[in-house]
């Protein structure tokens, strides 16, 4: 089975400050992890994703994840935060499995980004 | 133009009335999924399409319907909505990339309230 979690439902950073958002998973199998934004009103979009490639996994707009094995861990980090990363923030671990095809997202967190 | 479209944006409706959401996408993609978005829950499967002749059961399926009428239209249904129906949905869609590690491409989303 897999799942995930997102530790944190709400995360405020100050501008210019590191941000860290934090994922855990369970898999079964190898996991394929991705990391999604979601702006107000708007759909999911890809910031990056793991494949196995590489355990440092570098995104869109200066966000990278790092894939720890032996934690079970994929969390995202950004040096410095900007106004315009306020957004909702989506863990997900994706496979195929015995129960057919399954992406599993993790709650959210919401980063606040103070001036 | 959007690669992934929604229709309607939002939506009001009664109880015990059949409402069906719809999706079109120009982006070539032979899958296709219907997720949806409650509040600290994050993003639920609730069925998915690997092409037009494929329907599969997501992990919330049940009060839900849907057709692939082509392989650019996914459509939804509630055939008696009930209000713990009223949630954001979206729709997304990928190409095969193998093994699970498919990026998925969201649309705006469908915010439905049940009365």
Request: net charge positive; with cysteine; hydrophobic share 35%.
């Amino acid at each position: 089975a897999q799942s995930v979690t997102q530790l944190g439902s709400h995360v405020s950073v100050s501008e210019g400050a590191l941000v860290l958002l934090r994922c855990n998973y369970s898999s079964s199998v190898p996991p394929y992890l991705f990391w999604y934004v979601q702006y107000p009103n708007q759909g999911l979009q890809l910031l990056l994703k793991y494949t196995s490639a590489a355990t440092l996994v570098k995104g869109i707009n200066g966000f990278e994840a790092e894939f720890k094995k032996s934690e079970t861990s994929f969390h995202l980090t950004k040096p410095s935060a900007h106004m315009s990363d306020a957004a909702e923030y989506f863990c997900a671990v994706s496979g195929m499995n015995t129960g057919g095809f399954k992406t599993i997202f993790g709650a959210g967190t919401r980063l606040f980004v103070k001036a | 133009d959007a690669d992934v479209t929604q229709t309607p944006r939002n939506r009001i409706t009664k109880t015990g009335k059949r409402i069906m959401l719809e999706c079109s996408q120009t982006k070539g993609h032979d899958r296709m999924y219907w997720y949806r978005q409650d509040p600290g829950l994050g993003l639920r499967l609730i069925y998915y399409s690997f092409d037009v002749k494929d329907i599969n059961k997501g992990e919330i399926s049940d009060g839900y319907s849907v057709s692939r009428q082509a392989q650019a239209k996914f459509s939804l249904s509630l055939e008696s909505a009930i209000p713990n129906q009223t949630a954001l949905y979206f729709c997304a869609t990928s190409e095969p990339s193998g093994r699970g590690v498919d990026t998925q491409y969201f649309g705006p989303g469908t915010r439905l309230t049940v009365l």
